[in-house]
Nanobody, 121 residues
Framework: QVQLEEAGGGLVQPGGSLRLSCAASGIIFSIGDMGWYRQQPGKQRELVAV???????NYADSVKGRFAISRGSAKNTVYLYMNSLKPEDTAVYYC???????????????WGQGAQVTVSS
């Protein structure tokens, strides 16, 4: 019924840039906050960046000044622009969205399938 489809990611050298995108589709009535999380091997999933429906943003300290999150004009797409990438940014990146569906009440969290980002020379 609902899908968060991620695109982007891959292998990049230190100092390089990548863009991730995530599009929400399905029987969606309303979209709240959207964000990106990442999970490194052996570690818990952590917040990278979040953007509210009103456009307010928040970033993990480790990516401030290097990453930027934005939403598309249709508001169902979220982007993560990653610059000055470091080897420690290597992780699987997951899209997250708070969605309210037709026929249901309230918002629930949904996740994308994950995109591998590898920063290595």
């Amino acid at each position: 019924q609902v899908q968060l489809e991620e695109a982007g990611g891959g292998l990049v050298q230190p100092g390089g840039s990548l863009r991730l995108s995530c599009a929400a589709s399905g029987i969606i009535f309303s979209i709240g906050d959207m964000g990106w999380y990442r999970q490194q091997p052996g570690k818990q999933r952590e917040l990278v960046a979040v953007i509210t429906s009103g456009g307010s943003t928040n970033y993990a300290d480790s990516v401030k000044g290097r990453f930027a999150i934005s939403r598309g004009s249709a508001k169902n797409t979220v982007y993560l622009y990653m610059n000055s990438l470091k080897p420690e940014d290597t992780a699987v990146y997951y899209c997250n969205a708070a969605l309210s569906l037709y026929g249901s009440t309230g918002y629930n969290n949904y996740w994308g399938q994950g995109a591998q980002v590898t920063v290595s020379s």
